[in-house]
């Protein structure tokens, strides 16, 4: 496979300039990492400098001046359903650098920041939430001229969140230029491009309190989209189109779920369920949950003008017009909940497949043409914002080519006005290549040592094979030294295994041997293959699955408050990846009761309480990236690793080990996974491997794991 | 050369199979004892028309019938267009047992008066836990009349006072009708029915529905016309009579239900129908009212009525089918017409399958159509009583 050098650009042009480590040597990428974008290197460069790109402090002083002279943010719009969310998202993230946000909204707007309050509360405590409170100044105006009080604050940055009209906005945006004249003005438009604004924007995505997302468009990276990153949001950087990269997919799902129901009658509350199934989301609860009238609107104007500008694909169905007009929620009310059940025939299910593959595939392709995001953003932002059990590129990378053009004739079959809009099916030729690859998973490194990054929240086959592709390409290029960590930017934890994998393997044992064989055997490579491995935790958590891939580096270094847990008791389910042993191989007694208590009771520990039994080492972000590149440049100092046992190792009782007495479901799980821990450790090391699968596989085919969370969820899916 | 006769409403189509009911279970028998029935007729007439492969978006309007009152009534065909997925306009009607014909005339002539291109007829009814209340009634000795309204009214015909039941004992006596010829005819309809059901025919016409109840769950499976059981001859004689050749076993019983087929323009029906080769005209109609408690003897009136109007005559008929809620009603039918009563009602009947009223003769439609379609085609003849000795009857003609 071909490597390419770094920065990345936006769109994913591997031939981009070359980019250059701290000791001077070029970084090569399996592909240009999503950071390049908005101007903040390579994860390999953080390590390697030893500190982030970018601080938040000095991005504040940058943005908004100095301390003595601190300016504000003004969100405009801010009793909406957007403003609303980003005043609290804001006023908590820039609380501690003394940036008050201005939340500005008509005298007579219903009060949306007032109704944030509890959701405050219940997420940072009574005394956190009064404090965010009152970093926001509430300022009413009659939206023709700003109020004068406005001045005192020094406006330094305009979220605008006022309605969808471009008159009204270009407007707003003229007042606040000519009161503030060098003001960084952004939207939140769903579909204006900043061409047709003339500001950059900065798309959010719902829930808006608590979703991280934005979607960027800027000509060149700016401190503003960078400060987004340093405070812990996901800025993704996209191209300046209609509807940008989100609701295209959002929005033309809900278009093409429509135009199944028309087809078929199937009533929407059903169709959602057919669609949750198929693609991950429930297009039609979606809308009713963000409101209906005001999400029907957005959704229709974005299909609208994306129908202006492409062709019928795209033209709002009537049903969405009616909506529109009405505000009328898509589910009925609760005197009329569903009466009559629904099943589909096998003409009819194809029909299903058929229209929405059809409909988003050309969409994508669209998309792609355009190139409107590198591939890793296109593919995350389904996942990370509208809910798509797998993003829409792994998902035509599974359908392949000829696949994707069978449905797409399908569809058109079908919709025949569809025909009528250009569909590219060269964008998806060339999928076995590049970028298309590792939309998960990159790998970067200078000659001497490779990061491998992940960016998504929870492992699956595809995350498998992409890391196997990436373990391979590092070995190919003589890379023998490795850092696997999360990719600093789409994923901001790592949650553990895709319970979506599991799914066969409730009915089905040897798929689950099949899962928990593979995805073991690819985290051992990290042992095998590599002089020296080490695992980076960073980010809010790291669990389950992910905690046990981690495990197999040779070391584990942490950030001293990520969140470390096996929650697999909870579900419950038996940790797949080898944590019933792995782990217990390079802890010594004491540490082994601790390994017990952390699968037993599925409670999380913090790094810092972890160093020693679980990790090798945790620091601050800074120390803990220090000490896991001195490993890479076998520095004198470098930690070594705790001695591993190969052979059978003592594993303490649950009563040893102080659990305290459980009954019920709780009780057996634990039970099951104690067996597991006590036969597996029991063998060396080689023979554990298959003790571990058996194990779990064999638990998600019994009733007590189908009557947990996996199973439940796997029924609610399943079952109509 | 067979006798033919033009159509009063030449514009006017029902697409060949897009229709079908619900199955019918007996009163209090099954989960549709406890729904809003307009609600279930919208959805289950969206769920019917996507087995047939129709889109309802095709609609542009709907008639309903109903004669059991229901919650959101006021709101008639309207709500009902809501649960069934496209908001159209449209109207309920009723006329008693004769609503299920009177809707598809209605439909038609909506067609032919050129006020639209695809006509819902929906017609339902819940006989089970029928509203109860009270009428201020200020005549009434009592000022306040306490109602329920299936069973007082079944009970009592306001203007003769005498109660259905007591209609065809009236009439059995008036024409001389004998208990054994209503036996054996009962037995021979229960046959027609069950042979029916056995060949398959009965499937074309219902549809079963799974109904959820408030949690989503599943309530039950609408799937056969429950409280039907095979009867013979002798179980018939030994029922004790409760007017002159009425028993409980040779009068139908209070079902629920609902019943919808689609009338349309003929370019429509061709794009509609999975058979576009086949052509169903509405012939003509015609009603009559007969004397006082003489309700059984008005369908046969009608339908010589009909004839004569159309030039038509029982030889014409390929299929001949009734509403007939006591099996006397066809025994007067045949004596006055001079037809054999074991020519008629093949598959199954009301008196078999049951009376939810609104749908009753809808479906009575659908199925004497689809037997005319079996036959290579033909005019069809439907007809049935209804409240206040009221008799009506339609010719259909399959080409
Ligand atoms: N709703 C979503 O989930 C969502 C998601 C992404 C982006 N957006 C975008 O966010 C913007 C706002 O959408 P929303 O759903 O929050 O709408 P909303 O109607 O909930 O909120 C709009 C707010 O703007 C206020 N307002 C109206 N005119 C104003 C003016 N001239 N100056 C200041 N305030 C004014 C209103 O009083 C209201 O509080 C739109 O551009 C929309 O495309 C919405």
Redo the contacts between chains.
Sequence with gaps: MASVTTPSTATGDPRSAQGNSANGGAVRAMRPGTLGALGLGTVLDIFSKGRLPVRADELVDQVFGPREARGAMVISGACGVVGAGKVMQFASRLLPYGVPVIALDLPGANDGVQQQFDGLVKSFGRDTANAIMNNVIRLNYDGTSLPKELERYRPKLLLEAIPEKLELKKAHYALFRNAFPGIHIWSVTSGFPSAQLGVDIAHPSFPHQINKVFEIVEARPTPHTQLLWALGLVPMKVGDHWSFVLDVFFCGLLQATLQF???????YWKADKYIRKLIGPNPFRAHDVIGAKGANYLTWSCLHHLGEAYGPLFTPE?ALT?RMRSGQAWY?PDH????????L?AE?EQALEAIVEGALLQMTSIVLHEQRADLPTMNAIGELCAQFSNGILARARRMGPERIAHQVGAYHRLFPAAAGTTWYPDTFMNMAEGAWTQLYVNAEHNGKAGVITISRESYNDDVDAELNRAIDWLLGQGIHRVILTGDFHLATQLVGADTLAFHPALSDEREGERISLAWSRTARRLHHDFRASVGFIHGKRCMGGMLELMMHCHQLVAVEDTLLAMPEVTIPVLPGMEGCHWPFRKADAEGRKKLLRLVLEGRPVKAADASGWLVDHAGTLENAVRTAWQVMEQDAAALKPRPFAEGPVETPDAAEAGLAPVDGPLKEARAAIARCVAEACNAPVDLALTVQARHSAAFMTGSLCRKGRLGSDYDKMMKH | MATTAASAFPDARIPYGTWGSSYFPAWQSSPLAE??IG??AG??M??I???RK????HLDYLIIGSTVPWHWKFWNATLVA??L?K?LPGFHMEQACATGLQAVVLAAAQVQGGSSDAVGVLTFDRTSDSPVGVFPERRAYRRTEVISDVWDNFGFDPSTGGSMLASAGNVARKHRIERREIDELTAYRYEQYFKGKESGFLERVAVP????N?Q?K?LGTIGEDTGVKRIHAGALRAMRELDSCVTSGTQTHAADGMATLLVTTAGKAKELSRRPEIAITLIAKAEVRADASCMPEAPGMAVQKLLARTGLSMADMAVVKDHNPFAVNDAVFSKTLGYDWRKMNNNGSPLVWGHPQGPTLTRVVIEALEEAVDLGGGYVLVFGCAAGDVGMAAIFKVQ
Excluded: Y
């Design positions: 129901c028309r087809h078929t009658n199937t009533p009537e009616a009925p009329f909940r569903p009466l009559v059940n629904w099943s025939d009819q | 729904v809003n609600q279930f959805e289950s969206a769920r028309m996507s087995v129709v889109p309802v978006q809501g649960c997925g908001r529905l799974d109904l959820l408030v989503g599943p």
